[in-house]
C-alpha cells in the first residue's frame, strides 16, 4: 500500500504505542515493520489492551526479537473482561521477557463503554500486578483525571514508573504527571490545528528525559501530513514526522530530541541498545517472577 515518503530521522526513533496486531495491518505487517526501521524508527512497543491483543502482541514480539516488545494489560474499554481467570493469565503473559510494560490500563470516562466501578477495579488489581512484577505501567487517562490520579497515588511506592500513553490533557493535568514522576507520551494529536494546539505549547515544559513518542497507529494519523496514504491509516514510519513537529515546538534541534526521546524510553522501559545496523543485544530484565517493585522511577 502506497504510503506519504517519509525523511530518515536524524537519529534513531522508538515508537513506544503502536496497535500492530491491529486488523488494519494484517495485509501488510512485515511491509509497515520494513518502512519504520527504513525511516529510523529502529524499535516499536506494541500494545497490548485486552488478552487476546496482548497475546498476539507477545507472538509477534517473539518473532522480531529485539525489534519488537509488547505490553501486557487490559484497557479500560475492556475492563469487564478481566475476570479472575484473565487476571491470572495475565500475570504470567507480563511476566515474559518481551513483555516492557503492564498496560494499557487506566480509566476512560469518555467513552463510557464499561461501568466506572469496574474499571476502577481493573485498574487497580493492574497495578497490584505492575508492583508485583517490578515492571513499569503503560496508562490511559480521558476525562477520567481525578479518579485516575487518586487511584495512582495510592499504588505509587510500590510501583517502578511508567508513561502517561498519548498525553492530550491541559496545563494542570501535565503538572500533576511531572510531580508524580510519569513519563509523557506525545502522538500526532500535537499536529491537529483544531484539538492539539494547546499541545505545542505544553511540549516546551516536559522534561527531555521524559519525552516519550509515539504513533498509537492505526489511529491519530497526523492532520498536517502530506500526502496522506489513501487508507488514512496511522503507522510508525510517521513517528519521524510527529519528532519534527515537537521538536519545532520545543525550539530544539530534530536530533537532540530523538537521542533524548530514545535514551529516556530505553531507560524507562529498559530497552537493549541498537542501531539500524547491528543486533540489539539484550539486557537483563529487571523484575523477576514474584520480584517485588524497584526504586526506579521515570526521572
Keep these: 500500500m502506497p504510503v506519504p515518503s517519509e525523511p530518515r530521522s536524524p537519529a534513531p526513533l522508538i515508537d513506544i504505542g ?4 491491529h486488523d488494519s495491518y494484517d495485509s501488510d505487517r512485515d ?17 497490548g489492551s485486552c488478552g487476546a491483543s496482548t ?7 517473539l518473532a522480531h526479537p529485539g525489534r519488537l516488545f509488547a505490553t501486557a494489560g487490559v484497557h479500560p474499554h475492556h475492563a469487564t473482561e478481566l475476570t479472575p481467570e484473565l487476571l491470572a493469565e495475565l500475570g504470567p503473559l507480563a511476566r515474559a521477557p518481551e513483555v516492557l510494560a503492564v498496560g494499557e490500563c487506566g480509566l476512560d470516562y469518555y467513552r463510557n463503554y464499561c461501568p466506572h466501578e469496574a474499571q476502577r477495579q481493573a485498574f487497580h488489581r493492574q497495578l497490584e500486578l505492575a508492583a508485583r512484577l517490578g515492571k513499569p505501567l503503560f496508562l490511559h487517562q480521558r476525562e477520567a483525571h481525578g479518579d485516575f490520579l487518586a487511584i495512582l497515588r495510592e499504588h505509587w511506592p510500590q510501583l517502578a514508573g511508567g508513561v502517561a500513553h498519548c498525553f492530550t490533557g491541559s496545563d494542570s493535568e501535565l503538572d500533576s504527571y511531572l510531580d508524580l514522576g510519569l513519563a509523557i507520551g506525545i502522538t500526532g494529536w500535537i499536529c491537529d490545528e483544531r484539538r492539539g494546539r494547546h499541545l505545542l505549547e505544553l ?8 519525552l516519550l513518542l509515539e504513533t498509537d497507529g492505526p489511529y491519530l494519523l497526523p492532520r498536517d501530513l502530506e500526502p496522506k496514504p489513501a487508507s488514512r491509516r496511522n503507522e510508525p514510519a510517521f513517528l519521524p514526522h510527529i519528532a519534527a513537529v515537537i521538536a519545532r515546538a520545543r525550539g530544539e534541534p530534530p536530533e537532540a530530541l530523538a537521542r533524548a526521546s530514545t535514551a529516556a524510553a530505553r531507560r524507562l522501559f ?17 523484575g ?4 517485588g517493585a524497584h526504586d526506579e522511577r521515570a526521572s
Design 18 to 21: 503502536i496497535n500492530l496486531v
Design 31 to 47: 511491509a509497515v515493520i520494513a518502512r519504520a526501521l527504513d525511516v529510523g524508527v529502529v524499535q516499536m512497543m506494541i500494545t
Design 55 to 61: 497475546r498476539k502482541a507477545i507472538a509477534l514480539s
Design 203 to 210: 511540549v516546551r515544559r516536559i522534561p527531555a528525559d521524559r
Design 270 to 286: 529498559h530497552l537493549p541498545e541498537i542501531d539500524s545496523h547491528a543486533s540489539p543485544r539484550r539486557p537483563l530484565v529487571r
Design 288 to 291: 523477576s517472577p514474584g520480584a
